[in-house]
Nanobody, 123 residues
Protein backbone atom coordinates (compact mmCIF):
# COMPACT_ATOMS: atom_id res chain seq x y z
CA UNK A 1 0.00 0.00 0.00
CA UNK A 2 1.08 3.54 -0.70
CA UNK A 3 1.76 5.62 2.39
CA UNK A 4 2.79 9.21 2.86
CA UNK A 5 3.77 10.43 6.30
CA UNK A 6 4.44 14.10 6.97
CA UNK A 7 6.33 15.53 9.89
CA UNK A 8 8.09 18.71 10.90
CA UNK A 9 5.21 21.08 11.49
CA UNK A 10 4.89 23.21 14.59
CA UNK A 11 4.63 26.72 15.92
CA UNK A 12 7.17 29.35 14.97
CA UNK A 13 7.53 33.09 15.23
CA UNK A 14 7.40 35.31 12.16
CA UNK A 15 10.70 35.20 10.34
CA UNK A 16 11.39 31.68 11.53
CA UNK A 17 11.97 28.50 9.56
CA UNK A 18 10.63 24.98 9.46
CA UNK A 19 11.47 21.93 7.38
CA UNK A 20 8.65 19.58 6.57
CA UNK A 21 9.36 15.97 5.65
CA UNK A 22 7.26 13.53 3.66
CA UNK A 23 8.24 9.88 3.66
CA UNK A 24 6.77 8.06 0.68
CA UNK A 25 6.42 4.30 0.45
CA UNK A 26 4.60 1.79 -1.68
CA UNK A 27 5.28 3.04 -5.18
CA UNK A 28 6.77 -0.02 -6.85
CA UNK A 29 6.30 0.32 -10.62
CA UNK A 30 7.27 3.96 -11.19
CA UNK A 31 8.79 6.88 -9.35
CA UNK A 32 6.08 9.26 -8.20
CA UNK A 33 5.89 13.00 -8.23
CA UNK A 34 5.33 14.47 -4.79
CA UNK A 35 3.56 17.72 -4.19
CA UNK A 36 3.14 19.89 -1.14
CA UNK A 37 -0.19 21.57 -0.55
CA UNK A 38 -1.55 23.71 2.21
CA UNK A 39 -4.99 24.64 3.42
CA UNK A 40 -5.64 27.54 5.74
CA UNK A 41 -8.82 27.80 7.77
CA UNK A 42 -11.69 28.85 5.55
CA UNK A 43 -9.62 28.72 2.38
CA UNK A 44 -9.19 26.30 -0.48
CA UNK A 45 -6.25 23.96 -0.62
CA UNK A 46 -3.42 25.35 -2.71
CA UNK A 47 -0.39 23.80 -4.33
CA UNK A 48 2.95 25.03 -3.03
CA UNK A 49 5.63 22.92 -4.67
CA UNK A 50 6.26 19.61 -6.38
CA UNK A 51 9.16 17.42 -7.38
CA UNK A 52 9.64 14.38 -9.56
CA UNK A 53 11.38 11.75 -7.45
CA UNK A 54 12.78 10.01 -10.52
CA UNK A 55 14.73 13.04 -11.67
CA UNK A 56 15.42 16.66 -10.86
CA UNK A 57 12.34 18.47 -12.15
CA UNK A 58 10.73 20.58 -9.47
CA UNK A 59 8.39 23.52 -9.19
CA UNK A 60 7.66 26.11 -6.53
CA UNK A 61 4.65 28.38 -6.64
CA UNK A 62 5.39 32.06 -7.21
CA UNK A 63 3.61 32.95 -3.97
CA UNK A 64 6.38 31.30 -1.90
CA UNK A 65 9.30 31.30 -4.33
CA UNK A 66 12.41 32.63 -2.70
CA UNK A 67 11.26 31.49 0.74
CA UNK A 68 10.30 27.83 0.21
CA UNK A 69 12.45 25.13 -1.35
CA UNK A 70 11.55 21.56 -2.27
CA UNK A 71 14.16 18.81 -2.28
CA UNK A 72 14.46 15.07 -1.97
CA UNK A 73 16.60 12.34 -0.50
CA UNK A 74 15.83 9.24 -2.49
CA UNK A 75 17.89 7.05 -0.21
CA UNK A 76 15.42 7.94 2.52
CA UNK A 77 12.37 8.06 0.22
CA UNK A 78 11.77 11.52 1.63
CA UNK A 79 10.74 14.82 0.11
CA UNK A 80 11.41 17.98 2.06
CA UNK A 81 9.84 21.41 2.08
CA UNK A 82 12.20 23.98 3.56
CA UNK A 83 10.27 27.05 4.63
CA UNK A 84 12.15 30.21 5.54
CA UNK A 85 11.09 33.70 6.58
CA UNK A 86 7.67 32.43 7.60
CA UNK A 87 4.84 34.86 8.17
CA UNK A 88 1.34 34.50 9.66
CA UNK A 89 -0.14 34.02 6.17
CA UNK A 90 1.77 30.73 5.99
CA UNK A 91 -0.31 29.32 8.83
CA UNK A 92 -2.10 26.25 7.48
CA UNK A 93 -2.30 22.51 7.47
CA UNK A 94 0.36 21.24 5.11
CA UNK A 95 -0.08 18.04 3.15
CA UNK A 96 2.11 16.03 0.85
CA UNK A 97 0.60 14.04 -1.97
CA UNK A 98 1.88 11.70 -4.64
CA UNK A 99 0.96 10.76 -8.18
CA UNK A 100 2.46 9.44 -11.38
CA UNK A 101 3.52 12.26 -13.68
CA UNK A 102 4.32 15.88 -12.89
CA UNK A 103 1.95 17.71 -15.21
CA UNK A 104 -0.46 20.18 -13.60
CA UNK A 105 1.33 19.64 -10.30
CA UNK A 106 -0.68 22.39 -8.59
CA UNK A 107 -4.05 20.66 -9.00
CA UNK A 108 -4.90 18.66 -5.91
CA UNK A 109 -7.47 16.31 -7.39
CA UNK A 110 -4.87 14.91 -9.78
CA UNK A 111 -3.03 13.34 -6.85
CA UNK A 112 -3.93 9.83 -5.85
CA UNK A 113 -2.36 9.49 -2.45
CA UNK A 114 -2.24 11.88 0.50
CA UNK A 115 -0.62 12.12 3.87
CA UNK A 116 -2.43 13.02 7.05
CA UNK A 117 -1.12 16.58 7.18
CA UNK A 118 1.05 18.54 9.56
CA UNK A 119 0.05 21.85 11.11
CA UNK A 120 2.18 24.95 10.71
CA UNK A 121 1.35 27.96 12.86
CA UNK A 122 3.20 31.25 12.56
CA UNK A 123 2.45 33.80 15.27
Amino acid sequence: DVQLVESGGGSVQPGGSLRLSCVVSGYTSSRPSVGWFRQAAGKEREGIAAIYTGGSNSYVDDSVKGRFTISQDNAKSTVYLQMNNLNPDDTAMYYCAAKVGLGRWWIDHEYNDWGQGTQVTVS
